[in-house]
């Protein structure tokens, strides 16, 4: 049975249930609201047919009540069965998903666990803690959004969709200064731990990245923009490390010592990476990337381990920052 057709059984099964009594027409006002589907009542027929024939469903109609309920209240669809590798799917998607905590998906994300749960056996009981013990995955959710965060992102959110533009006050934390921008905004990204908006930025006339929990206030104003024609997400972050900062593509050229080369040898860490096996045991690892400043914090954070081959402004940069650390 196609998907689409067993969600909407679903919520005819869950409102039967719950002695709603629902009839064609609610039940197309049902859909169209909740799930903005504009179904026949044809459509609605087929799918009560369906859940009569094909599932069993004792389902009757009451004329007083002007709808359908089920002769048999004890009756449940048929239970889908998971085998252990979905079962784990199923706890992979749900540690992901925490990243969409406190933003407009949240509902409708919990919603679809909902109806995944109900559909399975009932003598099934998924132990999330104890998959937990036996897999984890890092998903880098280190700052959720607090309330007015998830404010700002529900306004973004529907200021993608509209394609208008807003007018933001932005708190930059390398000048210590809030400023006030007006952004078309063209998407959101997760990364590292942390959501990101990027647009185009009116005050500095290109594509810009703008930390979410960085933005104090938000008003959606009545312009209307249309994305730039060589904007895609997929090149703006082609080139970046983390989250793009601009700048020149810059070849990086990274030497890894013999002492931890073995964990790097089967890692991807960035699109570009190109990996070479030297004779004495260490790694050189070459990357193209958009700015450095986030790839230099990377290999510092590999300490000794790590060296700048080129360019040699990079390893500069590097020399100057150890100096600083061991004043």
Known sequence: MERHILFRIY?????????EYPNCTKL?????????????????MRDIDTMRLDLGAPIEYDREKNGYYYENE????????LTEGELISIFLAEEILKKYKNTPFEATIKRAFEKVELLLPQSVSI???????????????????DKQSAKVFDTL????????????????????ATQKRVIDPYHLRHTQGAWYLVGYCHLRKEVRTFAVNQIRSIKTLKEPFTVRADFSPEKFFEHSWGISEGGP????????????????????????QQ???????SLTLTFRVAGTN??????????????VVEPKELEQEIRREVMEILK
């Open 157 to 176: 959110a529907k200021a993608i969709g509209d394609k208008m533009s807003v007018e933001i006050n932005y708190y930059a934390i390398s000048r210590n």
């Open 275 to 281: 990996t070479k096996e030297n004779k004495d045991g």
């Open 11 to 19: 919520d005819i099964d869950r409102m039967l249930k719950r002695k």
């Open 74 to 81: 004890s009756f449940s669809l048929p239970a889908v069965r």
């Open 28 to 44: 197309k006002e049902y859909f169209l609201e909740h799930h903005g589907l504009t179904l026949s009542i044809r459509t609605i």
């Open 294 to 307: 986030e790839i230099k914090r990377w290999i510092l954070s590999q300490g000794r381990y790590a060296k």
């Open 249 to 272: 593509l810059t070849k990086v050229v990274v030497k890894i010592d013999k002492e931890i080369a073995r964990w790097f040898e089967d890692r991807k860490l960035h699109s570009s």
């Open 127 to 145: 132990d999330f803690n104890e998959i937990g013990q036996a897999y984890s995955f890092d998903i880098r959710q280190t700052r959720p959004l």
